[in-house]
């Protein structure tokens, strides 16, 4: 099993509309979790953190189930500048080794 | 202001070659990073440094050679490239501590084709 799995999509969204998908990992000692967003031959950036509770960033949701071992991304109302492969990021355990998932790729279509 | 920089942006050699990559931040953090990113689009690490000490090492041939002559730079240098290098390698930066990660800022990249 893959430490991060993603489903690489990919997802096609008409514009405006919500879309979500999930990220599983497997090592249950994990302690920090992140979305980034890739674009088309860039570098990645950081979209979100992902904290216990759930947390908003204007239209994104972040969502963490520890007892299931995943992480969710809900994107609402769509631009077509979402679209982007979002990558699940999760450390190993304590400290700085990230672990990215092969990305989830979101077409959000007119 | 640039925060991660690498060069080159490009860089096509031949096999057999050897050739380095330069990285360079000015965030101030004491942690950089070398990935690479396959044709698959996998992101792995390969290296990272804390305040030039080694302290994630990968398993990478051991034709990948990083150096870090301060805490602003990490450079990558390979030897006697393969075609299997062709990749796109990624310098971040971070800072660390408290026992859990923090945001890695990315540099560019560096696409590298071995013919």
């Known amino acids: 099993r893959k430490e991060v799995e993603q489903d690489p999509g990919p997802f096609n969204v008409p514009e405006g509309a919500t879309v979500a998908f999930n990220c599983t990992y497997s090592?249950?000692?994990?302690?920090?979790f992140f979305w980034y967003r890739q674009d088309c031959r860039k570098e990645p950036k950081l979209l979100m953190s992902v904290y216990s509770s759930g947390n908003e960033d204007g239209r994104f949701t972040a969502q963490l189930n520890r007892a299931s071992q995943y992480i969710s991304l809900l994107i609402r109302d769509s631009k077509l500048s979402d679209s982007a492969t979002y990558l699940c990021v999760v450390n190993k355990a304590a400290g700085n080794k990230l672990t990215f998932g092969g990305g989830t790729r979101v077409l959000v279509k007119p | 202001d640039t925060a991660v920089s690498q060069t080159p942006k490009y860089l096509v050699t031949q096999m057999g070659n050897d050739k380095s990559i330069k990285c360079e931040q000015n965030l101030g953090h004491d942690t950089m990073y070398w990935y690479k990113q396959d044709s698959k689009k996998f992101l792995k690490i390969m290296f990272s440094?804390?305040?030039?000490?080694?302290?994630i090492n990968e398993t990478v041939p051991n034709r990948f050679s990083p150096k870090s002559p301060d805490k602003a730079h990490l450079n990558l240098h390979i030897n006697s490239l393969e075609l299997g290098d062709s990749a796109v390698y990624f310098c971040?930066?971070?800072?660390?501590?408290?026992?859990?990660?923090?945001?890695?800022?990315f540099g560019p990249g560096t696409r590298l084709t071995v013919t």
């Open positions: 971040a930066s971070s800072q660390v501590g408290g026992g859990f990660s923090y945001e890695q800022y």
């Open positions: 090592n249950s000692a994990s302690q920090s």
């Open positions: 440094y804390n305040n030039k000490e080694l302290i």
